[in-house]
């Protein structure tokens, strides 16, 4: 806990006394042990679930994912890649090998067999849930160096211990949260260090292991596409602020071509990777640097006025060719109806296209906008110290510190779109939160130094190892500039001045003596105000810390699948009843058995009770899912015909009203409606609400009451108090006592959380023969009209 | 099903006895046990008998034979009390084979009236005791009697050898028909002091088969009169001192188990993840561990040995097929079982933690296990103490290792030009 704040102080205390060398050793041995702690830090605070609940798999998705791992770890990754998956999506199937990011599937299954090979006998579902936290440890270590690269290591150590304890991303990453954006994160941020290395550096090394550092992201997460336009929003930054330079051309021109051969070896992603608009971006800024690149060199083996001849002829003839170019690729792109974007990349762009055009990605509450008492729980303190962050970034401003401050302007673009995407924007907020608060110490603890006596006749003292010199506010300007700046600028001085632009050596001539004016100019705040200051930033800091050990401790660590509640003596009690459930399922019914109930638990149904589902969390297909949901809110018998001619055998229903659980389908069911209407059209949304209202109780509408998904849910609920008081509602039930005459009751759970149907067979058709031809004549004339309805007939 | 205690005393002359039983009760046989009474009434004393099974050459449609081996050879025309205890698991058929939820369930017990046997038989009675009044039906072999919970077939007198006369008795029996179809308990023993037991159990309700509906409504409310052949908690008996004891099944913790621990012995009483009706299954693992002084002892030859329970620690279930695997520590040998009963045998090899050749396993199966097979048995091995170092070395030589090469590679210039 106390790791942000030593990070900074830690140095200091050693900086006075010993020689320059040994300073640097205590310092790098001392960073070294925070850095260890602070990855202590990061997989311990994210325990809170094992330590709370129990070791298990969390939510829907991480259930998905486990189960690959096991298939994986059990079969190899060779069937891995041609797994079918025969059990879900009846009758469809998916093929899983093709359509999974591989990347935390891979790393898991990797760990397991290391281990399993050392003869430490983990089980799959072990490695699973400690993946997350074990990755967020390193996701804090790649926050350093990116940092580090940016600010030096004191910004950098404060970034790795606020981004270790971010509640955002402990929310993902929480024991147990076996999920891609788990070890995405990491991916994101050590691929931004990677590219920032590389602009700094220019080291074509370290630009390989970038295009490296991508794939394993692109292996990961669907979110790999912000890297692949951040990065050349960034480039084309750099360029429009004349700031191009060789380094900047082998940061880039390598991941490009590099990464995308890479991207395309991915299955899930394949052609896309040069097919979709998501990834033109990258090329396009591919063909502006190659240009820029020419112009450049051209630009140095002319003289002046030939350049300016050369450059008229370029323009002009380039003009041309770009505008043919273009006019070509939008005709391509906008022949495709989605121009190329897939459905969520367009609900970034425009945050109102999903609710209009897709219900089923405007249905999932994590695709939903944020609101602002989100932003303060998910990344609390970090949302006031980023515009200060913002501002250190501007002092001076470098490529990479440019970079930073890019990557938080769209990240804070992305997280207001989708809650979801608050995830990308927590390592960034964190980034700027350490830098501003790294700098804050570093001028406020300079001017106590500077001030108490003994020490201020020897200003020496005041310059610190790493870092920075920084001017007070007063005269507006300040400097600060890395200790790995300088020999860089030194270095670009020493370059051919013909291969250099004038610009740049302007810039340089003008850098070069910035730092030792700076130190002579070095102005300080009043002590009382610095140690009131230093005291409340270590407040703030406390304050966070606080918080973050509730949130990760309280608010993020429930599994989901487990419920507990506190009774008034203090006793904990639990709700079990999933998992009831699916342990019901998997033993008690036939292996081969269909199992029908919304898409949400699919992943689980397949998981845990091994049963084949209908529809499931990758909601690939929007036409079946709307099929299920035209079942769930169609009558009795339109339902079974519905569910029957899909081979379905039992219904799975959540119902909450009993004890107050209040995600349950009940509460889910208009999405149900919207999207089977969706597709559907007989389906309509207001014939199940009563003046725009959504209601069970005795105002309800009768296509309401009578629906499958009422009846299921409420089956002799009435008989549980007499009343039929649903707990979520807060209302008795409209529709109290009726029968099931196609579905029959076949187990509910303890506190009636899950209740199974199965589907009555078939009726005999041994009647009279007046009967016969009746009833024989309804049904087909009902199939006519059924015709349209359902897609199965 | 279970625990249908059947007992009969005969009176024979030999210096062997047969004791005969039919091909289907012989595949449900859990256990036989036989006893020698002398003395009068009171004063009764016992004395064990060894059975072994034989064939039997001259008996009738292939029932199976087993031999008492009497202490004291019977002369002619002496007499002897011979007391045979058997039992027999699924001896019970339920009928009708399925009910709704709320019917009691009735079984019928098939039986002979005439105990089989390769002796001519002076005098015989049997008696049937069912566990509730409520008798359906039962067949006739006069004289028969029935009083409340007791059937009394006989006393027959002067039947010839193997004579059969099938009864069949329909009565209610509501007792919870638990059967273990599979337990694989694994003892591993760790030299640092710890007995670490995991079982895993496959659980199911022999009795009759739940017919359609399953309502929580009717089983909440009315316990008494919904579902009361179901059972949805189990006993298990544990040694004393048990520690960190859990109770998970493959999708994670079961949280309804409750334990209870004295200083003679330990319950943990579980609740399976729902009630079981007839025909249900459901799975689950124990696991707990125990101090090793309590159970490895140090024999006079050297060799160490493991006294532990045989059997299952559930109470009130029969267990169709139990394994038996003991883990002994890595580096031990020559082990060796010696059980009182006859059981299969075989050795196999498991990696855990760190292993590099692997520890022996010494596995035991035994079909058709009753309560009466939780009796102690012994295997004996022998074990080097030094083993028991080579994984702490191993760490530390690999940490050792590391810092080595550190360094190493903090003092070595590995790059080609210098500069």
Known sequence: MASPESAVNGPTMTAGAASKSLRNAFGGVIAFIILVLIGVLAFSIRLFSVIKYESVIHEFDPYFNYRVTQFLSKNGIYDFWNWFDDRTWYPLGRVIGGTVYPGLTLTAGTIWKVVNSLNIPLSVETVCVFTAPIFSAFASWAAYLLTKEVKGPGAGLTAAALLAMVPSYISRSVAGSYDNEAVAIFALVFTFYLYIKTLNTGSLFYATLNALAYFYMVCSWGGYTFIINLIPMHVLLCIVTGRYSSRLYIAYAPLVVLGTLLASLVPVVGFNAVLTSEHFASFLVFIIIHVVALAYYIKGILSPKMFKVAVTLVVSAGLAVCCAVIAILIAVVASSPTKGWSGRSLTLLDPTYASKYIPIIASVSEHQPPTWPSYFMDINVLAFLVPAGIIACFMPLTDSSSFVILYIVTSVYFSGVMVRLMLVLAPAACILSGIALSEAFNVLTRSIKFQLPGIAGNPSIAVRMWCIMSTSKENGSSTVVAPNDIPKTEEAAKEKPAKKNRKKEKENVEKKPTPSKTEKRLLVLPLEASVIAVLLLVLLGAFYVVHCVWAAAEAYSAPSIVLTSHSNDGGLHVFDDFREAYSWLSHNTDVDDKVASWWDYGYQTTAMANRTVLVDNNTWNNTHIATVGTAMSSPEKQAWEIFHSLDVKYVLVVFGGVVGYPSDDINKFLWMVRIGGGVFPHIKEPDYLRDGQYRIDAQATPTMLNCLMYKLSYFRFVETDGKGFDRVRRTEIGKKHFKLTHFEEVFTTHHWMVRIYKLKPQRNRIRGKTKKSKSSRSVSSKRDVRGKRNPWH | ?419
């Open chain 2, 1 to 419: 099903l279970s625990l249908s205690q059947v007992e009969n005393t005969g009176k024979a002359a030999a210096s062997d006895v047969l004791l005969a039983f039919p091909p289907t009760e012989a595949e449900h046989l859990a256990e036989v046990k036989a006893q020698a009474a002398s003395g009068k009434k009171r004063k009764k004393t016992y004395a064990h008998l060894i059975v072994e099974p034989t064939d039997v050459p001259d008996a009738p449609n292939g029932a199976k034979g087993f031999r008492l081996a009497l202490h004291n050879p019977l002369s002619p025309g002496e007499t002897t009390t011979i007391e045979v205890l058997y039992m027999l698991t699924h001896s019970m058929e339920p009928f009708p084979a399925e009910i709704s939820q709320s019917d009691p369930q009735l079984v019928y017990y098939r039986d002979s009236a005439y105990i089989l046997s390769p002796y001519r038989i002076k005098q015989q009675t049997t008696f049937i005791k069912t566990p509730s009044t409520n008798v359906q039906s039962f067949s006739r072999v006069e004289p028969t009697n029935r009083a409340g919970m007791e059937l009394k077939y006989g006393p027959y007198e002067d039947l010839p050898a193997y004579s059969y006369s099938p009864v069949l008795v329909h009565f209610e029996n509501n007792n919870p028909f638990a059967v273990v179809e599979e337990l694989v308990r694994e003892v591993e023993i760790s030299h640092w002091g710890n007995l670490q037991i995991t079982e895993h159990y496959t659980l199911a309700h022999g009795g009759a088969k739940l017919k359609g509906v399953f309502s929580r409504v009717d089983y909440q409310s009315r316990p008494s009169a919904s579902g009361v052949s179901s059972f949805k908690n189990l006993l298990a008996r544990l040694p004393p001192r048990v520690h960190s004891v859990y109770y998970r099944d493959e999708i994670g913790n079961i949280s309804s188990s409750r334990l209870r621990t004295d200083s003679r012995k330990s319950e943990l009483e579980i609740e399976p993840r729902y009630p079981l009706f007839g025909g249900w299954k459901s799975t689950f693992i124990i696991g707990y561990g125990l101090p090793l002084e309590d159970f490895l002892f140090e024999s006079t030859d050297g060799k160490r040995y493991l006294n532990f329970t045989f059997g299952c620690p559930l109470s009130g279930t029969v267990v169709d097929k139990l394994t038996l695997k003991v883990v002994l520590p890595e580096g031990s040998k020559d082990p060796s079982a010696v059980i009182p009963f006859p059981v299969e045998e075989h050795m196999e090899t498991k990696y855990s933690y760190l292993d590099v050749v692997g520890r022996p396993v010494l596995v035991l199966e035994k079909k058709n296990v009753v309560p009466e097979h939780n009796i102690p048995f012994q295997v004996y091995y022998t074990f080097n103490p030094i083993f028991m170092l080579a994984e702490p070395l191993m760490l530390v030589s690999t940490v050792f290792f590391l810092f080595a090469s550190c360094v190493a590679y903090l003092h070595i210039d590995i790059s080609i030009r210098k500069g």
